[in-house]
């Protein structure tokens, strides 16, 4: 079992930043791939970014590649997601999941086992 905390979210300008973590406990953190995901009202919940286990790779979904950034700190056991240049459709909760996987990068949700609780991102314009 992954317990997962996500924080860091909250009311932002278009174009702020806002850095989201995600601090596991429990199993061995370093032993999942680990991915981003958001779901705005009235929407699915789509894929943002995902990391190896190691952060060598990553893979972030189109609508934010060059805006977001995906990074891991095995040693303090956190996720991030760094976000730039913010835009109204943005808003959404963001999760963080840990990946069935090891080193494999999945953009399903149906390949995360454990997920946070999600944390709210609004941005205003």
């Known amino acids: 079992q992954v317990q997962l905390v996500e924080s860091g979210g909250g009311l932002v300008q278009a174009g702020g930043s806002l850095r989201l973590s995600c601090a596991a406990s429990?199993?061995?953190?370093?032993?999942?791939?680990m991915g981003w995901f958001r779901q705005a009202p009235g929407k699915e919940r789509e894929f943002v970014a995902t990391?190896?286990?190691?952060?060598?790779?990553?893979y972030a979904a189109d609508s934010v590649r060059g805006r977001f950034t995906i990074s891991r700190d095995n040693a303090k056991n956190t996720l991030y997601l760094q976000m730039n240049s913010l835009k109204p459709e943005d808003t959404a909760v963001y999760y963080c999941?840990?990946?069935?996987?090891?080193?494999?990068?999945?953009?399903?949700?149906?390949?995360?086992?454990?997920w946070g609780q999600g944390t709210q991102v609004t941005v205003s314009s």
């Open positions: 990391i190896s286990w190691g952060g060598s790779r990553a």
């Open positions: 999941a840990a990946s069935i996987f090891k080193d494999r990068l999945s953009t399903s949700a149906t390949m995360y086992r454990y």
């Open positions: 429990g199993r061995t953190f370093s032993n999942y791939a």
